[in-house]
């Protein structure tokens, strides 16, 4: 049966929670907010627009900002700003990459702080590139926050949207695998069905 009784947000965190709450969804899908509240499930992607939609609630604008990856999943992320610092909400199948405070300057800032915690199940340190945020409000046209509607389109216009390196050849080179005690704490309680299988060096 469909649950869709709507929670009261009264902050980011609010909103964060709950998604930290329900299971990660593993299917290849993206639904709406609509259906996420309804199912009561997400994965990452799904898990930023749901946040994006509440924060818009809130009176943020609806922002998403991709992190970028080398073997492993790319990351979603909400994005929101609050005395001229950026924040974020995120669903996370890691715990490690969820909630930001917004204490961050700038964009690349607050990409770098989810740096040391961005690994595959192999331990490699994958986060490599963020995004320009994506404005959600140019798809309101579509009623991406109520639609029963499949939103993949709306992941498919990041690849309109330039990206920014993190890292030089050089020091991709040089990183260090993640300590055992921090993979360990990344996948406590992470659906295995919904991880990424990278590829052995």
Not at 139 to 164: C, H, Q, S, V
Request: proline share 6%.
């Amino acid at each position: 049966m469909e649950n869709n009784h709507a929670p009261a947000f009264s902050s980011p965190w609010e909103i964060q929670r709950f998604l930290s709450a329900i299971p990660y969804n593993p299917k290849e899908e993206c639904k709406s907010p609509k259906r996420v509240l309804a199912e009561r499930n997400a994965h990452c992607f799904e898990g930023a627009l749901f946040a994006a939609s509440r924060l818009r609630e809130l009176g943020y604008p609806p922002l998403l900002m991709d992190l970028r990856a080398w073997n492993d999943d790319d990351h979603v992320i909400a994005l929101f700003k609050e005395r001229g610092r950026w924040g974020a909400v995120a669903k996370s199948n890691f715990t490690t990459l969820r909630f930001r405070e917004p204490v961050y300057r700038t964009l690349r800032e607050l990409a770098m702080s989810y740096f040391d915690f961005y690994f595959n199940t192999l331990g490699q340190k994958t986060l490599r590139a963020y995004s320009r945020p994506l404005k959600l409000a140019q798809f309101d046209g579509k009623n991406w926050m109520e639609t029963d509607d499949d939103l993949e389109y709306i992941g498919d216009a990041f690849r309109a949207l330039p990206y920014y390196e993190l890292l030089d050849s050089d020091q991709v080179a040089h990183l260090v695998e993640v300590d055992e005690d921090l993979l360990k704490a990344g996948l406590m309680g992470s659906n295995p069905a919904g991880l990424y299988v990278p590829a052995a060096e």
